[in-house]
Nanobody, 120 residues
Framework: QVQLVESGGGLVQAGDSLRLSCAAS????????MAWFRQAPGKERDVVAA??????????YYADSVKGRFTISRDNAKNTVYLQMNSLKPEDTAVYYCAAGANYGVYEYWGQGTQVTVSS
């Protein structure tokens, strides 16, 4: 089992920044990809960004809606993945979830979610 704990959500104004953290524990060696998803009220849960635990800059993925504004990064020593969110927009408002899995698109473990609210 892998446990994921997110933190860093909150209420901000449009244009502000936030950094989300996801700390992984347990059998983390069974996972190779970490990702951030988000789900707004009445909408599906969509992937925002993803990163492999190993590899260079080419090992990241971003949804088109966040490219150039969000940055996913990792600290392997701390088993922690971050999502730096800049230039936030009201449409970024959602519950953000951390996920872990064996590969892109295959996520077995999920965090409890953290609310991000961006006011206009």
């Amino acid at each position: 089992q892998v446990q994921l704990v997110e933190s860093g959500g909150g209420l901000v104004q449009a244009g502000d920044s936030l950094r989300l953290s996801c700390a992984a524990s347990g059998r983390t060696f069974t996972t190779h990809v970490m990702a951030w998803f988000r789900q707004a009220p009445g909408k599906e849960r969509d992937v925002v960004a993803a990163i492999r635990w190993s590899g260079g800059s080419g090992s990241t993925y971003y949804a088109d809606s966040v490219k150039g504004r969000f940055t996913i990064s990792r600290d392997n020593a701390k088993n922690t993945v971050y999502l730096q969110m800049n230039s936030l927009k009201p449409e970024d408002t959602a519950v953000y979830y951390c996920a872990a899995g064996a590969n892109y698109g295959v996520y077995e473990y999920w965090g409890q979610g953290t609310q991000v609210t961006v006011s206009s």
